[in-house]
């Protein structure tokens, strides 16, 4: 039989994305891959229904539907302060997992280096791999996640084509300071390079944070590919929309990556989102105020656990410190913990690069009621831990 592709053996499956189905199999509560339980608005939900009668249902536009983007470059203009153009600036995509992949593949050539800061959202390697390019890291330190502007000047040093920028940042809640920002796009305007932002978490972030887009410094947008999408805004991860926004001149690069990709995001479900992107401003308060009750409440659960972690100023990910169970292998780690617990979490080792091993990633964009009910069975995790050996 002929051999697969050579690319393949330099990455794994989506660890996240297993522990979905070890979740499914064990009947325990999903913490692992960031998804909401509850429903999206219900503006939404009816223009779906009226979609779903009413079309189209056959191809929008490949770089996305007229209105959609009409309504999506309101929508992007008003909260980052930059004039979105609809026609020149964006290719609407499937979910911002494709935007990511445009992206990088529509500014690598083979051999190219990219900067991802580690801890990473595991697509990142597996995205710069599959475009032929090269990750280097640069580390994210403990208890601010914050990295060593000397550590990523090096970086930058050895020939970056782009940097990877998850901001606010899955999974470690990180919120890029504006000095931080700023530091970021003076070295990358320095070695010329890109800079591809994952900005899916854009309007989940906690008071008193507030989101920056890295576009709208001062003279960025020429070398930002902005990469976001509907899913966590909106609650609909399911209906794979997203978006890539950057200069006239990418944007029609990527539109023939894109193109060969996919050919185009699902053009009912674009008819309906428009009724997303008009809703008014005090939805997104709305939303914020719900994943701040959301993550008080759950980090209330890990502190009555007796569970130490570091607390998230966005995104909706808590990475728990789980070194006192001496356990060496995460993977097994958690799966111990789906199965015997009853709580799903993400082994932190697939979002490091260095070998960190006593980490697990939590998601809470869950029902209050699923949070207790999580909360409660990790109450009984120290003695379910208690005597064990571990592999
Ligand atoms: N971003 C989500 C997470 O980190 C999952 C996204 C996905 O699986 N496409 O869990």
């Not at 330099?10 to 522990?19: D, G, P, Y």
């Amino acid at each position: 039989m002929p051999r697969t592709s050579l690319r393949l053996n330099h990455f794994t499956e989506s660890v996240i994305r297993r522990m979905t189905r070890v979740a499914n199999a064990h009947g325990a509560v999903n913490l692992s891959q960031g998804f909401p339980d509850f429903d999206p608005p219900e503006a939404l939900l009816q223009a779906a229904e009226k979609a779903a009668r009413q079309g189209p249902h056959q191809y929008a536009v490949t770089w996305g539907a007229a209105n959609f983007r009409a309504a999506l470059a309101r929508k992007q203009s008003r909260f980052s302060g930059l004039p979105i153009d609809p026609d020149e600036h964006i290719v609407v995509t499937c979910g911002s997992t494709e935007a990511m992949m445009v992206a990088m593949m529509t500014v690598c050539d083979p051999g190219d280096k990219v900067i991802v800061f580690s801890p990473f959202y595991e697509n990142y390697v597996a995205d710069a791999i599959l475009s032929g390019a090269e990750p280097i890291y640069v580390a994210l330190r403990p208890p601010d996640f914050a990295f060593d502007p000397a550590e990523l000047k090096r970086a930058f040093a050895q020939g970056a084509k782009a940097l990877i920028l998850c901001n606010p940042s899955n999974p470690s809640g990180k919120v890029f300071t504006r000095e931080e920002l700023l530091c970021i796009a003076e070295l990358a305007e320095a070695s010329d390079a890109f800079v591809i932002t994952d900005e899916v978490y854009e309007h989940i972030l906690y008071a008193p944070g507030e989101h920056v887009h890295f576009a709208a410094l001062p003279g960025m947008f020429q070398r930002t590919l902005t990469c976001s999408s509907l899913s966590k805004t909106y609650s609909i991860t399911g209906w794979r929309l997203g978006h890539l926004i950057a200069a006239p001149e990418v944007i029609l690069a990527a539109r023939k990556v894109h193109d060969f990709l996919t050919v185009g995001a699902a053009a009912p479900l674009q008819e309906a989102a428009v009724t997303a992107l008009e809703l008014p401003d005090c939805y997104y308060g709305e939303l914020q105020a719900v994943y701040a009750e959301k993550r008080d409440a759950f980090l209330g659960f890990l502190d009555a656990a007796g569970l130490s972690y570091t607390r998230p100023d966005g995104a909706y990910y808590v990475m728990v410190d789980m070194s006192e169970f001496h356990c060496a292998d995460d993977v097994a780690f958690a799966e111990w913990l789906a199965r015997t617990v009853g709580v799903a979490g993400v082994p932190g080792s697939s979002f490091f690069r260095e070998p960190v091993n006593h980490l697990i990633r939590f998601h809470f964009a869950k029902r209050l009621e699923t949070l207790r009910d999580a909360g409660e069975r990790l109450l009984s995790l120290r003695e379910k831990a208690s005597g064990l050996t571990w592999p």
